[in-house]
């Protein structure tokens, strides 16, 4: 039986005033959508991306007429996630753009076969340039997304809008969006995921202006973020960190990215059974460090972890065993700033954390995320938040 839209919504709030932050997963088949259940996952998304993913292909093939996508969420939905998901509200991708429906219609019939509410996806958010002009002119246009939304929600369906910016954002949310995503693009990583993804500090410009737009019209708009960059929980901490978002969606994070490791290493680990220790060092050195480790991935972990003392670039280049300087590249293309500005902000967004939730010192709060001089952290501070340490602290007390 499905979920109705009161029922979501105060399930999510309770969660967000509990711990904070809200998961929703993106799946494609009944296992994914049963241990996302089990670990806890406050909404699932039956997307066809999904299914696609499940086939060994990109999200991208969401976006192609490789199949009717709307039938193959009805049927995946209804056969493998719902039997599956009882006790989580189910969100259906609708590509409302299908010109072979009548929207009104076919979410009744969303609704009648047991899903909670409706999701834009896929989108023509994702698509630009010439493409997009000549699908506008045909009226397959972000407009009939909108519109998607404001029917379900008439019918008191949960609607959550993936968006891509500000004036979006306040048209999804007077058409009575109840939850609103930032969409940042494919996400990046393992072995199909997006190759050219924005970074890290570009992503949080864009949810900065999506989520601040969403309370010019509401400031109760529940925020979350979807893709792009974010593909590890370090990622997200740092949106949690530096943006409003109040939860993450995801699909290859949860999904795809995953199985390729777990498959792929235990395939491996079988495959080697019997293989002198030589054999594997000259399989190493043959396929080149490169296959086997992500540095920009090893920095923000290192950081993540040792932020309080001192971190110097030089010491993470040696260890990896790369240039400086090819490594700082690696790490401002990928992350949107260099490796001081972001040691400082993951710094000041610990301080943020401790001063909310712990009556501190101030000059202690500053030794426990690494800065020795206090004057140095209250400027700091200051520059990077618009007010000083004091007055923050005050806020939150």
Not at 15 to 24: A, D, M, N, V, Y
Not at 129 to 156: T, V, Y
Not at 355 to 381: C, P, Q, W
Request: proline share 3%; glycine share 8%.
């Amino acid at each position: 039986m499905a979920w109705q839209r009161e029922q979501v919504l105060k399930k999510l709030k309770n969660q967000i005033r509990i711990t904070g932050h809200i998961i929703g997963v993106a799946v494609g088949a009944g296992i994914t959508a049963k241990y996302a259940l089990k670990a806890g996952a406050d909404l699932l998304l039956a997307l066809n991306s999904g299914r696609f993913r499940q086939m060994g292909q990109s999200s991208l093939a969401g976006w192609l007429p490789f199949a009717n996508c709307n039938e193959m969420v009805i049927d995946f939905g209804t056969r493998e996630i719902i039997p599956v998901a009882k006790e989580i509200p189910v969100i259906f991708g609708l590509n409302a753009t299908d010109p072979t429906i009548e929207l009104d219609e076919y979410i009744d019939l969303i609704s009648a076969q047991g899903f909670s509410g409706i999701n834009n996806f896929p989108t023509v958010g994702m698509i630009d340039g010439q493409f997009r002009e000549a699908l506008e002119e045909d009226g397959i246009s972000f407009e009939r997304e909108i519109e998607a939304i404001r029917i379900a929600h008439n019918k008191n369906l949960f609607t959550l809008a993936f968006v891509f910016d500000a004036r979006q954002a306040k048209e999804m949310l007077k058409a009575g969006a109840d939850l609103i995503c930032a969409h940042l693009g494919l996400t990046k990583g393992g072995y199909i995921g997006a190759k050219k993804v924005l970074s890290l500090h570009s992503a949080k410009l864009i949810a900065d202006e999506i989520f601040n737009a969403c309370d010019e019209v509401s400031v109760d708009t529940i925020k979350m973020i979807y893709g792009g960059p974010v593909k590890t929980p370090i990622d997200l901490s740092f949106m949690y960190n530096n943006t409003k978002t109040m939860g993450y969606i995801g699909g290859s994070s949860f999904e795809r990215i995953p199985s390729e490791d777990a498959i792929t290493n235990i395939t491996k680990a079988f495959k080697k059974t019997g293989y002198i220790e030589q054999d594997e060092l000259l399989v190493k050195m043959i396929e080149g460090v490169k296959n086997h480790y992500d540095y920009v991935d090893f920095i923000k972990e290192y950081v993540s972890v040792n932020y309080m003392n001192e971190v110097l670039f030089s010491d993470l280049a040696n260890v990896a065993h790369i240039s400086r300087s090819h490594l700082s590249a690696l790490f401002k293309k990928e992350v949107g700033c260099t490796f001081p500005e972001y040691l400082v902000q993951f710094r000041i967004s610990k301080a943020k954390e401790i001063m909310k939730f712990n009556n501190i010192r101030l000059n202690e709060v500053a030794n426990m995320v690494g800065f020795k001089d206090y004057a140095h952290f209250s400027k700091t501070f200051k520059r990077l938040t618009g007010i000083s340490p004091e007055k923050y602290q005050i806020r939150f007390k």
